[in-house]
């Protein structure tokens, strides 16, 4: 159980196009996801807390309005990536939260042109 | 603020064992996890600690000492298959996003 799915696995986009990315909770539901970015040998760095039915929280230093995100049901989140840039290229990894337990999705590696 | 500390860099040999420790200073605690990462692939859960001690899980071992803000990730019986990053990270509030250190890239040779 508690398995997080990411479509799509990868993606290559040119400079200024938009890309989605949906984090789905196939077995349970969450209402709280969370999005974080990971640049080539750093860590993971949050982006912003997903919570179903209302607006995200941002970390600080993330553009809300390049990086959209909408978590209309208890098991979707989409992380859409507007008028992307090539420094916006690297692995974005949701996680979805239940109970007390944060399970990680499998990535997207983007790469913009 | 939030700050997470750990090696950068291990390396170790085949069958021996190693510690990676990790220091954090949060502006609060409910919660210290350590993940495996393999390059391009996501994080893996390996242990859970919220109270001082130690917990042991087959060849992996993790330990926490709340009032030093410290932990350490105890790997036995190393294999060439353990060779990935390993990340520490904190949970300072329940129900909030984990924080993560900058993780610890561990090379086992043989």
């Known amino acids: 159980g508690a398995v997080v799915s990411q479509h799509p696995s990868w993606v290559i986009c040119k400079s200024g196009t938009s890309v989605k990315i949906e984090c789905r909770s196939l077995?349970?539901?969450?209402?709280?996801m969370f999005w974080y970015r990971q640049f080539p040998k750093q860590s993971l760095m949050l982006m912003a807390t997903?919570?179903?039915?209302?607006?995200?929280?941002?970390e600080q230093g993330v553009e809300k309005d390049k990086f959209l995100i909408n978590h209309a049901s208890l098991t979707l989140s989409t992380l859409t990536v507007t008028s992307a840039h090539p420094e916006d290229s690297s692995f974005y990894i949701c996680?979805?939260?239940?109970?007390?337990?944060?399970?990680f999705g499998p990535g997207t590696r983007l790469t913009v042109t | 603020g939030q700050n997470i500390d750990q090696p950068t860099e291990m390396t170790a040999t085949e069958g021996a064992i190693v510690q990676i420790n990790c220091t954090y200073q949060?502006?609060?605690?409910?919660?210290l996890f350590w993940y495996q990462q393999h390059a391009g692939e996501a994080p893996t859960f390996l242990s859970y600690?919220?109270?001082?001690g130690l917990e042991e899980k087959g060849r992996f071992s993790s330990f926490l000492s709340r009032s030093k803000g410290y932990s350490y990730l105890l790997l036995k019986e190393l294999q060439m298959k353990d060779s990935a990053s390993y990340l520490c990270?904190?949970?300072?509030?329940?129900?909030?996003?984990?924080?993560f250190g900058k993780g610890t890239t561990l090379s086992v040779s043989s």
């Open positions: 996680s979805a939260l239940t109970g007390n337990e944060q399970y």
């Open positions: 077995d349970f539901q969450a209402t709280t």
């Open positions: 997903s919570n179903e039915g209302s607006k995200a929280t941002y």
């Open positions: 949060t502006s609060g605690f409910n919660g």
């Open positions: 600690n919220v109270l001082d």
């Open positions: 990270a904190v949970r300072p509030v329940a129900g909030t996003a984990l924080i």
